[in-house]
């Protein structure tokens, strides 16, 4: 089958949902289908461009997922909707492209109908968990409405719940967990009493909280060390909250860095988030044989299993991100016992395999 995947995002940054898109694709073309991507997406363009796959730059107005967006949205409509229509007639009958997947919310309110029209099977992928800006959307029916065209893929059990909860029939849901692809060789930890964080950082990463709870651990383990990988827009403002906390020899701000897997350098990764549809940076540790301490939010209860593959603890609470983490730093019998529990469950539950071996059942059934 020929795929065509739409992708016009409101920003576009590497993360989760690109990772899993590429996943995706690599997985169907080893099952014989073709795909190919018309976006605005620089970070989808760009990895497929890196894959030598078949991809063109498009745009198709801006994604209302804010007021401003949102109250523009009508000329949206007025202007892309023929664009569109011509596109995907000229992908449907000039290249036989017989599906169309969704990747964000534009395409899936504007192109979702005229692809049905076109005889395309459509099939969206939700990477988040719907919050504020679905909820409370003034297309937020229209979407509603547009899903029961849909097969509607989403990354957890917590995604799929908050899908229900604004409208969208259970039965259009599929539940596909990304997956993950284990190193040959587990490299031990560096035993530095190192704490990891890899996180793009924007607000609801809330790395912040990383940084107040590891001041806390510094206080009992002065010879501890952060490391933080990942960049967005609040980087500033930690690399200034470190420095008020009288971290910032103890801390580095390493950036945005493409793979640092497998390389063994830390002894225990958090994840601080507010919300969190899955938790990439979980199953990628986990898959390691790190030890992770993740907030107990969204999709990560569903990959980290308190006090057998991991520890879990409440959201926005310094002290007890801290105590957790040093639990694991002060006993490294415990973090080697659920570190080598995460792994057996990452590699066995969330393979890159059975990932992939899923989306080539829902594109090989009716």
Not at 234 to 262: D, K, P, Q, S, Y
């Amino acid at each position: 089958m020929r795929i065509l995947f739409l992708s016009f995002p409101y920003a576009s940054t590497q993360g989760g949902g690109e990772r899993y898109t590429e996943q995706v694709v690599e997985g169907l073309k080893r099952a014989g289908h073709e795909s190919a991507l018309a976006a605005s997406s620089e970070a989808l363009l760009t990895t497929f461009k890196k894959r030598g796959w078949r991809s063109y730059s498009a745009w198709c107005g801006v994604e209302p997922v804010t007021p401003f967006s949102a109250a523009l949205f009508p000329l949206t409509i007025i202007v892309f909707t023929p664009f569109l229509l011509l596109l995907l007639a000229w992908f449907r009958f000039a290249h036989g492209m017989k599906a169309v997947v969704c990747l964000s919310f534009t395409e899936k309110l504007l192109a979702t109908p005229i692809a049905r029209m076109f005889g395309m099977r459509v099939v969206w992928t939700e990477h988040l968990v719907a919050g504020r800006s679905l909820r409370l959307n003034p297309y937020r029916g229209w979407y509603v409405a547009c899903a029961r065209w849909a097969d509607v893929v989403t990354v957890s059990e917590a995604a799929a719940k908050a899908l229900v909860e604004v409208g969208v029939p259970r039965g259009s849901i599929r539940v596909i967990f990304p997956g993950v692809k284990p190193v040959e060789t587990v490299i031990p930890p560096p035993g530095g009493n190192i704490i990891g964080v890899i996180s793009r950082l924007s607000r609801e990463k809330n790395v912040s909280l990383a940084l107040r709870a590891f001041a806390l651990v510094q206080k009992e383990l002065p010879e501890a060390k952060l490391e933080v990988f990942g960049d967005g827009p609040e980087r500033t403002m930690l690399v200034r909250l470190a420095a008020e906390l009288g971290i910032a020899g103890a801390t580095t701000f390493h950036g945005f860095v493409e793979r640092i897997r497998g390389a063994g350098r830390f002894d225990v990764l958090a994840v601080p988030s507010l919300k969190e549809s899955f938790g990439m940076a979980a199953l990628e540790a986990m898959a390691d044989g790190i030890p992770v301490v993740a907030a107990r939010v969204g999709g990560l209860p569903e990959v980290v299993v308190h006090g057998k593959t991991g520890l879990l603890v409440p959201s926005e609470n310094p002290r007890a991100m801290a105590d957790a983490l040093l639990e694991l730093l002060r006993d490294p019998g415990l973090a080697a016992r659920l570190g080598a529990a995460g792994r057996e469950r990452a590699t066995s539950m969330f393979a890159e395999d059975n990932m992939q071996n899923a989306w080539i059942e829902l594109f090989s059934s009716p």
